[in-house]
Nanobody, 122 residues
């Protein structure tokens, strides 16, 4: 059973960089052909995929966030990391890390962390 846990600051100031870490247990982030993602949900809005890093280390970013997003990994710690630069109040959301395999040309986000609230405010 894969388990994911988000960690990072709950409050970030405008124009700063948001950095979150997802620690994975129960499986290695480099095996099993899984994809490891960051997904967020702003208040009153739907879930939004930010991007993901694959088991091989390749990355995908949502076009609307690509210029501000970086997802990397520390394989020795079985962690993957989100960095979102130049944040504004519109980046206030609950941030989730999630994981799953590719199924019929789409990714099934089978496992989720509990989510962490990030508020952008001065």
């Amino acid at each position: 059973q894969v388990q994911l846990q988000e960690s990072g600051p709950g409050l970030v100031k405008p124009s700063q960089t948001l950095s979150l870490t997802c620690t994975v247990s129960g499986d290695s982030i480099t095996t099993n052909y899984y994809y490891w993602s960051w997904i967020r949900q702003p208040p009153g809005k739907e879930l939004e995929l930010i991007g993901y890093i694959s088991y091989s280390g390749s990355t995908y970013y949502s076009p609307s966030l690509r210029s501000r997003t970086s997802i990397s990994r520390i394989t020795s710690e079985n962690q993957f990391i989100l960095q979102l630069t130049s944040v504004t109040r519109e980046d206030t959301a609950v941030y989730y890390c999630a994981a799953g395999p590719e199924v019929l040309s789409s990714i099934s986000w089978r496992y989720w962390g509990q989510g962490t609230q990030v508020t952008v405010s001065s």
